[in-house]
């Protein structure tokens, strides 16, 4: 037993006593209300829903329901009647008498269906009609060379589609994806437009697809556009970029090679300047050992040339006491009566008169001096072969920077002998007035130094 009601059709279940609602027909007609039910002699339902007619068609595999649009609002409402004599002969009582419906030859004149794109508009400021619904193809599909292209400002897209089924439009479901933007299809809805808003640059293919209440799907229409990019984002301009980052990358380079030229030139300079500062540094250390080591140097030879004028008084003074020990010898001598003290005393004169050797004593003086002075007197006398042996001691002792009383002293005359010997000295040895004497003698060294 099946009922239909206002929240689709139930049927009579024997063990709960009772009306639930059928799944079988809630697959096919969901919870509409339906007003009326009538099962033909073929096994079909027909029913009626509101005012509008369908057929629940159990001559294939799957039951499918089939609206009869063309009746749609034509049936007097609390008056449904349909009365099936077999699959040519159905008859439907309506607001205005019978119908007569040839059910075998309808189902056999069902459009299939279908769905077309019928207009693609771009939209800025003003409107501008880029596909108007005709192909220039025979098959009714966009030709793949005459794709358009739309200007990147352009900001709106408007597609409008819709199916060719009249009387169904109620029934119908519209799906559709933007290939390249969305590759996923949209909920099923009825609208029958679509708008996008501010593409980006690419290609793009709107896709459409329709269904019937019945779940069937149509074929997919299907148009193709491309978005041009803006001109900063050409193949031109991308190859322009290109070429200003290579241009940047090279003067960053050659901005990055100078900057580390300049850094290697300060850091050359930098080492040459403290190299100088060092090689200044060792000269001045070294100019301070040879200060050191002249200014000892200079001690030594002073204090050698002290013990050297220490030596030569010594030989003064020996030579001065020789000389007055003979001198009291000769006056003792003389007073002497006895002739045996007389040879005695002779012979003491004669003994100290053979160690009274001065030219011995300067040769030994000189060899001395030569060790201190670097053969200073060997130089001298290479130098001045005709110079005399008391010239080349005033010599010798104007080297050892003995004052004139010294000199004097040692050369046993006196101070004023001493200036006319130094005065025949520098025209013998032919100095300048200009030339200092002390100078002179100094700067006199051998050929090996």
């Given amino acids: 037993m099946v009922v239909a009601t206002e929240k689709g059709i139930y049927v009579y279940n024997k063990e709960k006593d009772s009306f639930v ?72 009582g309506g607001d205005k008498g019978f119908y007569h419906i040839n059910y075998e030859k309808y189902k056999q004149t069902l459009s299939k269906l279908g769905v077309q794109i019928r207009t693609v508009r771009i939209i800025n400021k003003t409107d501008s009609l880029l596909f108007g619904g005709y192909y220039n193809t025979e098959n009714k599909i ?59 640059a690419g290609k793009f293919s709107f896709e459409v697809k329709v269904r019937n209440n019945l779940g069937n799907e149509s074929a997919t229409a299907t148009y193709s556009f491309n ?17 200003i980052i290579a241009t940047g990358l090279y003067f960053l380079y050659t901005w990055q090679e100078k900057k580390f030229k300049q850094q290697q030139d300060k850091y050359e300079e930098e080492q040459k300047r403290l190299r100088y500062i060092h090689d200044l540094e060792i000269a001045k250390t070294e100019s301070e050992l040879v200060a050191l080591r002249n200014e000892k140097l200079e001690a030594d030879i002073n204090f050698k040339n002290s013990e050297l004028a220490s030596s030569a008084m010594h030989l003064v003074k020996k030579s001065e006491l020789v000389s007055k020990m003979k001198m009291e010898l000769g006056h003792v001598m003389k007073g002497v009566g006895n002739p045996q003290a007389e040879t005695e005393l002779k012979k003491i004169i004669k003994s100290i008169s053979e160690d009274d050797n001065m030219d011995r004593e300067w040769e030994n003086f000189a060899l001395h001096f030569d060790k201190v002075h670097s053969d200073f007197i060997s130089a001298l006398k290479e130098k001045h072969p005709g110079i005399s042996n ?21 050369m046993n005359i006196s101070v004023r002998g001493v200036e006319v010997s130094r005065y025949r000295l520098r025209k013998k040895l032919e100095l300048a007035t200009e030339v200092s004497l002390f100078d002179y003698l100094i700067s006199i060294q051998t050929k090996n130094n």
């Fill in 21 to 92: 609602h059928s799944e079988f027909y809630h697959k096919l007609l969901g919870d509409q209300s339906i007003r009326y039910l009538k099962e033909d002699n073929n096994g079909n339902t027909w029913f009626i829903h509101e005012k509008s007619l369908g057929v629940i068609d159990f001559s294939k595999k799957e039951p499918a329901v089939i609206q009869l649009p063309e009746l749609n609002n034509k049936m007097l409402s609390g008056f449904e009647f349909i009365y099936a004599v077999n699959g040519t002969n159905i008859f439907l």
């Fill in 142 to 200: 966009q030709d793949p060379d005459n794709v358009p292209s739309i200007n990147y400002r352009w900001k709106t897209l408007r597609i409008e589609y819709s199916s060719s089924l009249f009387g169904y439009q109620a029934n119908l479901e519209y799906s559709y994806r933007l290939k390249g933007y969305d590759n996923n299809w949209s909920e099923w809805t009825n609208r029958t437009e679509k708008e996008y808003t501010n593409l980006p």
């Fill in 227 to 243: 978005v041009l990019p803006p001109w900063y984002k050409t193949n031109w301009a991308n190859a322009l970029y290109l070429v």
């Fill in 390 to 410: 008391n010239e080349v001691k005033l010599c010798a002792y104007l080297r050892m920077n003995l004052s004139t009383k010294e000199i004097a002293q040692l």
